[in-house]
DNA sequence: CTAATCTGGTTTCTTTAAGCAACCTTATTC
DNA sequence: GAATAAGGTTGCTTAAAGAAACCAGATTAG
């Protein structure tokens, strides 16, 4: 596909899609925090092509989102396993899964009930919050003038040509 | 790239990145929350291709991310704005923000200072939460069996190939 | 000890999509 | 009525995804 690279890209969700925002690296990431840790494993749930998962997996050990552990058992079998950077996108896979349970619901199939291990009470949406956690929607934020970024005013401000 | 369409796919997760999940739309979902609305201010921004600025637009007008309006001005000028699909985007985009300038740093770049409109005060990391809203890690939770889909048990469970 | 098998890949080939640049159409401005 | 702008479309090139075959080290079966 000829992809841009976005590396260098001053814009951080640029850089977050640079790691994972292909087709497959999310998906990796959501099976292994399922559980799933073997290459054969991730292969079969996946349907993944072998070539490209080996690509995958290397690159997110890379970017250090997953780590391979040689599993002692034997010798040459390894273990791929969530770091925290890589636990740490456990907000955004859920709120990708509740955004798509919500607006493309499977017919067949009941949106997904993740529920707290401790209550076993069904958890939140994901929601953007302020700082007394109550919900903020893309209208109700603003970038402080001088934001060292990217960024310009959320909501407001179309960079008007001239 | 030969892609694989995850249209039917019973996963959520994939649904969704069937939506979402290339290289672009994201962004370009990213740039009209900051009020981008134009098909050449997003050229312009985004450094993107033109003929796959086009086809990104329309896939997303077609999932009802965006929607086409004609802006009366004149005639042929169409603005590209927000649905309340794509503003429900709005946790994710900004999760992933928060994920990239936390895992990956900008050296010269503050990160992205998010602020409510009617307090000033910085908006809080996107996390996922119980019911009562204290933040659960993948650790925490878990799905109740009989859930009707691909997920397995979260952080437990590797299905034994036996 | 050798053959079959499992795991975790790599290689080759084909298909498809991304990137680039040129072009095109409708309107507007000069 | 020429130049410019918006919003595309077309064609070509390149690079990545998919499929399938092959491969190497370790394990188990006989």
Redesign the interface.
Known sequence: ?A??R?DDS????????N?V???WS??VV?HA??????F??FQQ?L??ARNILCDRLARLVDN?VLKKVEVGEHGSRFEYR?TE?G???????????Q????????P????????????G????Q??????D?NP?????????EG???S?????????K?G
């Open positions: 596909m992809r841009k976005f001053s814009c951080s969700v640029a850089r977050a899609l790691e925002g292909d087709w999310l998906l959501l925090m399922y559980g799933t840790r073997r054969v494993d749930e349907g993944i250090q969530l950077k636990r740490d996108l456990f907000p955004i896979v859920i709120a990708l899964r955004w798509g349970d919500k607006w493309n619901p499977a067949d199939q009941a949106p997904l009930d993740l529920r707290d291990r401790e209550t009470q069904t958890i939140r994901v929601e953007v919050q302020d700082a956690g903020l929607s893309v209208r109700d934020v603003f970038v402080p934001d060292g970024g960024a310009r005013k959320a909501s407001d401000s179309k960079k040509t």
